[in-house]
């Protein structure tokens, strides 16, 4: 009976739950009053990001209890992995369209926005051309 006794105050959940407050307290910290640089605090709130998502999966929705607890835990890493690269590709797709997109381009383009349409003596629009 001791032992139910402890199985009915959810300790994981309270323990879980202090976890969570202080990381969301040092996350409020470093970016309001550190001081460090933008990719600094960018760093740390991720990671710190990270560590409470972690706690919340093993504290709150007992991932590794259930009798597929390991099938879970693949599942939950397969997903991430996906997760991460569809961010990490969308991010860099939209990197490299940005280091070859040339201003001059633009500019050479806006001098093509004068059309004229050129009619033959059967009324075809056939012949166009771009200034």
């Given at each position: 009976m001791a032992s139910h006794s402890e199985s009915r105050f959810p300790w994981k959940h309270l323990v879980g739950f202090i976890f969570s407050?202080?990381?969301?307290?040092?996350?409020?910290?470093?970016?309001l009053y550190s001081g460090f640089s933008t990719?600094?605090?960018?760093?740390?709130?991720?990671?710190?990001a990270i560590l409470q998502a972690i706690i919340q999966l093993f504290m709150f929705?007992?991932?590794t209890e259930s009798e597929n607890g390991k099938w879970q835990t693949g599942t939950m890493l397969y997903a991430a992995f996906i997760a991460v690269a569809i961010v990490a590709g969308t991010i860099?797709?939209?990197?490299?369209?940005?280091?070859y997109m040339d201003h001059?381009?633009?500019k050479d383009m806006?001098?093509?926005d004068k059309m004229e349409m050129k009619h033959d003596d059967s009324g075809n629009m056939d012949n166009m051309d771009m200034n």
């Open positions: 407050i202080v990381l969301t307290l040092i996350a409020l910290w470093v970016g990719k600094m605090i960018i760093t740390f709130i991720v990671i710190l929705m007992h991932v860099w797709v939209m990197s490299f369209g940005m280091g001059k381009d633009m806006k001098g093509h």
